[in-house]
Structure formats: structure tokens, C-alpha cells
């Protein structure tokens, strides 16, 4: 019988029970492709990790993402996660203030930054892959209706509903504040056919306000594909910084890049905070990077024959 431990983690949040959970399987070698799937749709989280070695020269490892339904090429709190945990079980030399690795995604290699002033991970820090913007909305009404919204609730013109992708394509729908956003009540069907028009599976909303004096925006992830509400969600967190920023809706100071703090999952109680920075400027979009923090909840094992 073979044995496979897994270490649970709540992700972009400081305290228990926030943020987004994970599952990491940090000694995932042997493990089928439909092993894996299994697993995932067993635990049943937003994802699953698996972490195996990398033929890429450049790579200290390869981490395969799978939500319970399928494998996903890159995912904002699984890549943070899995590397907060291999940091604390030691898999990497830190070396303060920060250390650098590399990991293979389904995107292809890409830099993680683990955060490490005392010598201990406090945050760790993804690259995504460089922003594409994508198909954008042709029917605010019917977009709002899919939400649940109506369509005042959008920005519209101001602000047009786009796809954008630093990795996973996704809708981005800037609306008008944090009421609109509290009364999301999507209609599945609707909102799958728009998305699959669109070549896209999901949907991003987000606001210019935020709950907490030191955030700038917030997020809520809906799809009608995969039928749950995601907490906080790093891919989308990154594409919409670059949304943003390149259409001039945020900016920094002169050449420093553009840096906040983003966030997510108060309406499902379980808040939690994603760090967020772009270099580039309005037209022009570099550097996507999004970071957060963790918590170790705990771990179990799996045996299959």
C-alpha cells in the first residue's frame, strides 16, 4: 500500500479559518495523472497541490495545480501556498531579506520569492505570466443579469468589462462599490453561455473600495462552471492589478512600481488579503506580482493500493 501525506493550509490570511485552504502533497512522486484528480476531487478544496521534480534546468520543482474537476496551468494561492510550506519544511536555504527560487508551472517556469527578513517565511511572492487582454463584453445587461446586477451597478464606460489573463483567462468586471458587490446573486446558466462566448470560465467583480483603511480594492470570483464561489483568489487578484493599472484606474509614483493591498472572501467569511504589484504604467503593463502569507492548519495521509 502506498502512503501519501498532505499538509492543509489557509492561504492569503494571518489567522485560522480565513483566507482560501489548501491541500499540498509536498512527496507527490509515483502519483497518475488520474491519481492526482482523484485526490483533488476527493479533498474536495478550490485546489490541490502536487509537488514533483522538475526536468526544467532552471526549476527546483514542479507543482501540478488540479481543482476538483480539472488541472489548471497556474493558480495564485496554490503556488503561494505549497511555498510557504516547502519553506517551513525546509526545502529551500533562505537567505534574508529575500530568496528566490524557480518552479515549473503548466505556463512554464516562472520566479517565486520567498520573504524572509527574520530568516523565516513571512510572505511569498509569485510572478505571473505577462498580461494578455483578451475579448471584452458586448452587452453590459446582459453581463449585469448574469450577476445578478443591474446594469448601473457596472462602471461601464467607464471601466469596460474585459478578459485578461496572466495565465488563466478571466472576466474582469469592475462595479461601482462594495454594495454591489454584496448583492451578487449569479444566475449559472446565463453566466456560463457569456463566459463561453467570451473563452473564458470565470468571472472576476470587483470594486474601487475596500473594508479595511490600508486595502485599495476588493474581489469576488464567480463561475458558472465551476459552481462555487472561490474566497481569495490569486490568479484573478493578478490580472486585475494589471487591468487597472493599464487603463490608468490605479497608479504609482513616477518609475516605482504600483503596490497594494487587494481584498477578497468577507462575504464568505473568510477575508483574507493579497499583496499586489505591477510594474508598468498605463498602455504598459511589465510585471505582474501578487503575494501573501499563510497558515499551517495541519496534515493527514492518503493510502492507495
Same mark, same amino acid.
Given at each position: 500500500?502506498?502512503?501519501?501525506?498532505?499538509?492543509?493550509?489557509?492561504?492569503?490570511?494571518?489567522?485560522?479559518?480565513?483566507?482560501?485552504p489548501? &491541500?499540498?502533497?509536498?512527496? +507527490?512522486?509515483?502519483?497518475?495523472?488520474?491519481?492526482?484528480?482523484?485526490?483533488?476531487?476527493?479533498?474536495?478544496?478550490?485546489?490541490?497541490?502536487?509537488?514533483? /521534480?522538475?526536468?526544467?534546468?532552471? &526549476?527546483?520543482?514542479?507543482?501540478?495545480?488540479?481543482?476538483?474537476?480539472?488541472?489548471?496551468?497556474?493558480?495564485?494561492? =496554490?503556488?503561494?501556498?505549497?511555498?510557504?510550506?516547502?519553506?517551513?519544511?525546509? $526545502?529551500?536555504?533562505?537567505? =534574508?531579506?529575500?530568496?528566490?527560487?524557480?518552479?515549473?508551472l503548466?505556463?512554464?517556469?516562472?520566479?517565486?520569492?520567498?520573504?524572509?527578513?527574520?530568516?523565516?517565511?513571512?510572505?511569498?511572492?509569485?510572478?505571473? /505570466?505577462?498580461?494578455?487582454?483578451?475579448?471584452?463584453?458586448? !452587452?453590459?445587461?446582459?453581463l449585469?443579469?448574469?450577476?445578478?446586477?443591474?446594469?448601473?451597478?457596472?462602471?461601464?464606460d467607464?471601466?469596460?468589462?474585459?478578459?485578461?489573463?496572466?495565465?488563466? =483567462?478571466?472576466?474582469?468586471? =469592475?462595479?461601482r462599490?462594495?454594495?454591489?458587490?454584496?448583492?451578487?446573486?449569479?444566475?449559472?446558466?446565463?453566466?456560463?453561455?457569456?463566459? !463561453? +462566448?467570451?473563452?473564458?470560465?470565470?468571472?472576476y467583480?470587483?470594486?474601487?473600495?475596500?473594508?479595511?483603511?490600508?486595502?485599495?480594492?476588493?474581489?469576488?470570483?464567480?463561475?458558472?462552471?465551476?459552481?462555487?464561489?472561490?474566497?481569495?483568489?490569486?490568479?484573478?487578484? #493578478?490580472?486585475?492589478?494589471?487591468?487597472?493599472?493599464?487603463?490608468?484606474?490605479?497608479?504609482?509614483?513616477?518609475? +516605482?512600481?504600483?503596490?497594494?493591498?487587494?481584498?477578497?472572501?468577507?462575504?464568505?467569511? $473568510?477575508?483574507?488579503?493579497?499583496?499586489?504589484?505591477?510594474h508598468?504604467?498605463?498602455?504598459?503593463?511589465?510585471?505582474?506580482?501578487?503575494?501573501? !502569507?499563510?497558515?499551517?492548519?495541519?496534515? #493527514?495521509?492518503?493510502?492507495?493500493?
Amino acid at each position: 500500500m502506498r502512503q501519501y501525506t498532505y499538509h492543509w493550509l489557509d492561504v492569503f490570511t494571518s489567522e485560522p479559518f480565513g483566507g482560501n485552504p489548501l &491541500a499540498v502533497f509536498p512527496e +507527490a512522486e509515483g502519483l497518475s495523472d488520474v491519481e492526482m484528480q482523484n485526490i483533488a476531487r476527493e479533498l474536495n478544496l478550490s485546489e490541490t497541490t502536487f509537488v514533483l /521534480a522538475s526536468r526544467q534546468p532552471l &526549476a527546483q520543482c514542479r507543482v501540478r495545480i488540479f481543482t476538483s474537476i480539472n488541472e489548471l496551468p497556474l493558480a495564485g494561492h =496554490p503556488v503561494v501556498g505549497t511555498h510557504y510550506l516547502l519553506a517551513h519544511l525546509n $526545502r529551500y536555504s533562505l537567505q =534574508p531579506p529575500v530568496t528566490r527560487i524557480h518552479h515549473e508551472l503548466g505556463v512554464g517556469v516562472l520566479p517565486v520569492d520567498l520573504i524572509c527578513p527574520h530568516g523565516r517565511v513571512e510572505q511569498v511572492r509569485m510572478t505571473q /505570466a505577462s498580461p494578455q487582454f483578451l475579448a471584452r463584453a458586448t !452587452d453590459l445587461g446582459e453581463l449585469a443579469a448574469a450577476l445578478g446586477l443591474s446594469s448601473g451597478d457596472l462602471l461601464g464606460d467607464e471601466a469596460w468589462p474585459q478578459v485578461v489573463s496572466t495565465g488563466v =483567462p478571466q472576466l474582469m468586471v =469592475p462595479v461601482r462599490d462594495l454594495e454591489a458587490l454584496r448583492k451578487i446573486a449569479p444566475n449559472l446558466p446565463a453566466l456560463r453561455s457569456l463566459c !463561453d +462566448a467570451l473563452k473564458t470560465e470565470m468571472a472576476y467583480v470587483f470594486a474601487l473600495e475596500s473594508f479595511g483603511p490600508a486595502s485599495r480594492t476588493h474581489g469576488r470570483f464567480v463561475s458558472g462552471h465551476y459552481h462555487f464561489e472561490d474566497p481569495v483568489t490569486g490568479s484573478a487578484s #493578478g490580472a486585475m492589478g494589471a487591468y487597472l493599472v493599464y487603463y490608468g484606474l490605479m497608479s504609482g509614483n513616477g518609475e +516605482a512600481p504600483v503596490e497594494w493591498i487587494h481584498e477578497q472572501g468577507h462575504f464568505m467569511q $473568510r477575508p483574507g488579503r493579497v499583496y499586489i504589484t505591477i510594474h508598468g504604467e498605463e498602455g504598459h503593463v511589465e510585471t505582474v506580482q501578487v503575494a501573501g !502569507d499563510a497558515v499551517i492548519m495541519g496534515k #493527514g495521509e492518503i493510502f492507495l493500493d
